[in-house]
């Protein structure tokens, strides 16, 4: 039998974008996985509403992974300029020199990080 909600919002939470904590009943869920109907095994973080509501709430595909896997492959030895660079490079791999869903000729991604 499914579980009333009304116990939902006792719980205390901490937004992950601001840092501020409030109750489970004011926050918004997120998935870093970008599906938060499928809810088996998982462990959602929160946003407070005015975080949520600054959110891009467009699919982002398989960013994530595409992330997780550069950061892997850096192993946190290198700036940001260079992990930008390496994520340049890997959505170049991935997805050809436009991007995913990329409609033109691609010219900005060959910029370097500083944006030259």
């Given at each position: 039998?499914?579980?009333g909600?009304?116990?939902?919002?006792?719980?205390?939470?901490?937004?992950?974008?601001?840092?501020?904590?409030?109750s489970?009943?004011?926050?918004?869920?997120?998935?870093?996985?970008?599906?938060?109907?499928?809810?088996?095994?998982?462990?959602f973080?929160?946003?407070c509403?005015?975080?949520?509501?600054?959110?891009?709430?467009?699919?982002?595909?398989d960013?994530?992974?595409?992330l997780v896997?550069?950061?892997?492959?850096?192993?946190?030895?290198?700036?940001?300029?260079q992990?930008?660079?390496?994520?340049?490079?890997a959505?170049?791999?991935?997805?050809?020199?436009?991007?995913?869903?990329?409609?033109?000729?691609?010219?900005?991604?060959?910029r370097d990080?500083?944006?030259?």
């Amino acid at each position: 039998m499914w579980r009333g909600r009304s116990n939902r919002g006792e719980q205390s939470v901490v937004c992950i974008a601001c840092g501020d904590s409030l109750s489970r009943r004011n926050a918004r869920e997120y998935d870093k996985e970008g599906n938060r109907w499928e809810r088996d095994g998982k462990e959602f973080e929160y946003l407070c509403k005015p975080c949520h509501r600054e959110l891009c709430h467009q699919p982002r595909g398989d960013l994530e992974s595409l992330l997780v896997d550069v950061e892997r492959d850096r192993d946190g030895r290198t700036g940001p300029a260079q992990f930008l660079r390496a994520y340049q490079g890997a959505v170049r791999e991935r997805y050809g020199a436009a991007g995913p869903g990329a409609s033109g000729s691609g010219a900005e991604g060959d910029r370097d990080a500083r944006g030259e």
